[in-house]
């Protein structure tokens, strides 16, 4: 694993400066292209090149893993959830499924601690697991030292796998019963918010489960006091082993230099993790929609990120980055295509 705190190298900004001011020649009114443009400008200092290249091959990875939490009261739905949707991405029908091969996404699941042997699933599907069920945070420790270090290390392996089989731009997905308890909780952590501005309904729960689930993330920051000023503690003691993954594959794309498209609170969880270990990871992560979820909109204010879709959605998988895919296309073949005003005579 590389040694968490190693800072990332920031895209290019002679290629930013070129693309802008590529951008501002386009035969378009100033500006008219809106954020369009401003993604479009993002895209070229990424690619560290001007115009940008056409982003054809997007990979999305889910990481799957059960959560203590969920045996709690946290979720709308039972944990046995998990294993049946990992077969559900398997035989492609998963919400993230069909926006994917709208799309022309590369989906992977990958069971990195699903509380499930998921017999008879591709044996490629579990390759990278760390343990059946992560620890219920408030309780415990979600992981051992060894298992935190194992589940990033085993995200970034996954990201460096996407990257060789060509990816330009990558997704993070989450599939797991309970998992907006910790994704909720490791943002509270790392900016010192209390469970209160960063816990949401997740998959649905009512106004008393709301309440419960506030006390639990509020009883799992408690229980892990100050040791949340290192990351690797904060992923030990409130993370998962989906989640670390999660945030090594993250960490792991901005160190190689290939944009992320993320999506909801918990592939922005690992982000902000990921930014933690990598600093400066973040100027390779592009925010693909806004959740209803409260932590996610305050963590990407943090990371001082604008998502570019706002539909309402709150399903997870990757969906939200996925849906946000024809937008960045655009963005890139905008900047590449629309003629020069000194083109027009
Ligand atoms: C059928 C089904 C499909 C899903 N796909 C994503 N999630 C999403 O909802 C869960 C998180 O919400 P909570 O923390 O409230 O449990 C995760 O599994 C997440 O991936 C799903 C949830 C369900 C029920
Ligand atoms: O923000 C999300 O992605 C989300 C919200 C609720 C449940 N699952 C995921």
Redesign the pocket.
Known sequence: MTTPGTPVAPPSVTARDAAAARLGQLATPPGALGRLGDLAVRLAAMQGQVPPAPVECVRAVIFAGDHGVSDHGVSAFPKAITPAMVRTFLAGRAGVSVLARQHDVAVRVLDLGVDDDLEGVPADVTAFKVRRGSGAIHLEDALTCDEALRAVAAGEAVAAEEIAAGAQLLVSG?MGIG??TPAAALIAASFGLPASEVT?R??GIDESGLAHKTAVVQQALDRAGDRTSDALETLTALGSADLAASAGFLAAAARSGVPVLL?????VAAAVMADRLAPGASAWFVAGHR???PA?SLALDKLGLEPLLDLG????EGS?AVAAVPVVRSAALLLAEVALLSDLG
Do not use: A, C, K, Y
């Open positions: 989450d998992n907006t949401g997740g998959t999506d909801g609170v918990i592939s959740s209803t979820e996610q959605m709150r399903l997870g939200g």
